[in-house]
Every structure is written in structure tokens, then in C-alpha cells.
């Protein structure tokens, strides 16, 4: 099974048991892995959903990366040539990398709004761009056009390392992305207070449906980039992807728990697992999010 390079020792079955058997809040059910994992290794084939599935980039993120105009590395590697071909019209937004959620929501708006000028749209968003999505929804007047909102990896109550690298670098850096015309609100927004009381002001839209991906990453498989944040979460919220914890990404009817990094979770490979031969390809796993949403009668 192809999550269970991951989920190899009880000890982290247990910690994930305990998260699980926390309250949520209001309204947002806790993801109940089955066995092992929360991902059924069998994909059902990818549906063609009528509307088109818009997916939105996290923090410093992109759509797409070219070096002498040709393209060399996508945010969602995979991700979209495998829902295209089931028929899906997918569309990568650009956002705003280190703006905050408000800016970045507003890009969201705009982006769908000339790419999709009229008639409904799905949204996935990764990390950050989950929290512009509800934004967009919420504050923006999106909710009549968008018909599910699915985050990915999503800090809806923060991120510790935000809180910790936000009280140690923010006097240091942030004079110096003022300098450079880079906007560093982004970071602040990530925080643990600053999602409290977004989570106060940006309530779900009723008709809007909501779905959340989380993901756990075992420590013999945490890259070096990850080490520093993965600790620091570890001991302050539990069972993480290196930077956002379960409890944290946990959100709307459903959330799903799948094996990885922040970034395996959008199909960067985890270095570590291909070296032992034992990664795979994570794009059929956005076919079942698509499987999910047709199954709702979306």
C-alpha cells in the first residue's frame, strides 16, 4: 500500500489517535483515518465535474516557473494534466506570494472572475490558499459562483512556526522586504492569533461546501528543509506535515489524512522515499477529491 511508508510506527498512530478524539470546532468534523492511513489506496477513476476546478497556491508559491521562456517546475506537478484528462478544465491561479490573505483573496477574485467570467467553480487550495479561498467566499462576494471550497494542508488555526519565526525575524526581515517592495503580511497572517480571529470574522457560507486534506509526515521521512519547523510543531500542536499540524488543517464535513510533507502533498517527490524506491505519483489522489465532490452532487 502506498501510504504505509509513512505510517510505520504505533507510536505516531497513537498521537494521531489522540488528535482525532479532540473536540473540533463547531461544525468541522475530525478526519477518521481508516487502518493505518486515511487513504483508500483503490482510486476510483477521475470524474469530469461540469464546473472548473480553479487549484490556488500557498505562501512564496506560483503557478508556474520558466527559465529562457520554457517552463521548468510547476506548483501542482502532475495535478492538472492528470484532472485534464478526465475531461476537467483546470486552472492554476497567481496570487500575490507574501501578501496577506485579503490581497491575495482580492488576486483570487480577479484571477476567476477573467478566466472564468461567468458560471460556478470549484477551489483547491494549498496551504495559505485555502485561507484565501474562504476569504474569497466569505468577504468577496464569491459565494454565489464558487460551489466547494477543498483545502489542502491548510492552517486554519495557524502555524507555531509562524509564531515563532514571526516573534524572532520579524524586526530583522521585514525592514528589508520593505526595502525590496516585497510585502510580508503573509507571514503574520499564518500566525495562531491572527487565524483565531480570522476564523472569527470569515465564517463558512452556507451552499458553500467544504472538504480538507491534512497531512503527516514520520520523522525518518522529514527532509533537512523541514526539520526545524517539524520540531517546533511537533511539540506544540502534535502530528504535522513539517509546518501545519492535523489539528490545525482539519476543516468543513470531511477531512482526509494522507502520508507526507507540505509539499508531497501537492506531488513534490519526498527525496528521501525515492531514493528507497518507494515513492508514487500523488495526482490520483486529487482524482478522489474530484470523486468526492461528484459523489456530493457537485
Sequence with gaps: MKELWLFRTPRL???????????????????????????????PPTPRLSAPVVLVHGLCGFDRLYALRRPVRE???GIREHLEAAGNRVLVARVSPTAGVARRAADLRRFIVREVPAGPVHVIGHSMGGL?????????????????VTTVA?????????????SRFARLVEP??????????????????????????????????????AGVCEWP???PEWLVPYRIVSRREGPND????????????????????????????????????????????????????AAAGL
Excluded at 154 to 166: E, I, Y
Excluded at 248 to 265: I, K, M, Q
Design 242 to 293: 513539517g509546518v501545519v499540524s492535523v489539528a490545525s488543517a482539519t476543516w468543513g464535513e470531511h477531512t482526509e489524512v494522507w502520508s507526507g510533507d507540505h509539499l508531497n502533498l501537492v506531488n513534490w517527490p519526498n527525496r528521501r522515499a525515492r531514493r528507497r524506491g518507494v515513492w508514487q505519483d500523488r495526482a490520483a489522489d486529487y482524482g478522489r477529491l474530484l470523486h468526492r465532490l
Design 154 to 166: 491548510t492552517p486554519h488555526r495557524g502555524s507555531s512556526f509562524a509564531d515563532w519565526g514571526v
Design 13 to 43: 498512530r497513537r498521537r494521531i489517535g489522540v488528535i482525532l478524539t479532540n473536540p473540533p470546532p463547531p461544525g468541522h468534523d475530525p478526519p477518521r483515518p481508516e487502518g493505518p492511513t486515511a487513504v483508500d489506496p483503490a482510486h
Design 221 to 223: 521521512w522529514v527532509g
Design 75 to 77: 506548483y501542482f506537478p
Design 132 to 148: 484565501d479561498a474562504r476569504y474569497m467566499v466569505a468577504k468577496l462576494g464569491m459565494d454565489r459562483r464558487v460551489l466547494s
Design 176 to 213: 528589508l522586504l520593505r526595502c525590496a517592495g516585497i510585502p510580508s503580511e503573509a507571514f503574520h497572517d499564518l500566525t495562531t492569533d491572527r487565524c483565531r480571529r480570522f476564523n472569527e470574522g470569515v465564517p463558512d457560507v452556507p451552499g458553500v461546501r467544504y472538504f480538507a486534506v
